[in-house]
């Protein structure tokens, strides 16, 4: 085991890539596509939010907190910058008066052309030069991964949608 400023290196060249990759990857992924739907007034958070509410329209705060792994107030923040746009609208809840239903408006319609194309561009760049079978493999191995890190006991409540 060799040492880093004194300290023994635990983690092995391949144990500290694989989180450094899945971290660059999305970081990378995040400002490309920010860049990329700028002119729309949208981030990349704010279409979480809009593809969790395509998936389920009039969810409510809480529960679209939880799908998206954010606190409430965090997800309050963008729903209140979305809700100014008016691309959402919070309705009351008749199930539980004291929250509050998020619900796309038809103003949000006009920029999912965009979104979803620059989405698919993004996709297309990040797989570039991959063949059909590796996406597939790809695709089948982080799904794997994702399985996996839903079956321990930190996150067994947490929701994902694909």
């Known amino acids: 085991m060799s040492k880093i400023n004194g300290v023994d290196k635990l ?12 971290h660059d990857i999305a970081r990378l992924r995040t400002k490309i596509y920010d860049n990329a739907i700028r ?22 705060q809480a529960e679209l907190a939880d799908h998206l792994g954010m606190s409430a107030v965090g997800v309050s923040g963008i729903i ?3 809700e100014a746009r008016g691309w959402i609208e919070r309705k009351p809840d008749l ?19 965009i979104v979803f194309s620059e989405i698919s561009a993004l ?4 797989l570039k030069g991959l063949s059909e079978a590796e996406i597939i493999t790809l695709v089948g191995t982080l799904k794997k ?14 929701n994902c949608d694909v």
């Open 95 to 113: 199930a539980d008066k004291r929250a509050k239903q998020v619900w796309l408006t038809d103003r949000i319609d006009e920029h999912l052309k």
């Open 123 to 126: 996709n297309d760049m990040s």
């Open 145 to 158: 991964i994702r399985r996996n890190l839903l079956e321990t006991e930190d996150v067994r409540n947490v």
């Open 11 to 22: 983690l092995s060249e391949t144990d500290r890539s694989i989180g450094l990759l899945f």
């Open 80 to 82: 209140d910058r979305m």
């Open 39 to 60: 002119d729309t007034g949208l981030t990349h958070a704010q279409v979480f939010v809009i593809n969790h509410l395509l998936r389920r329209n009039g969810m409510n």
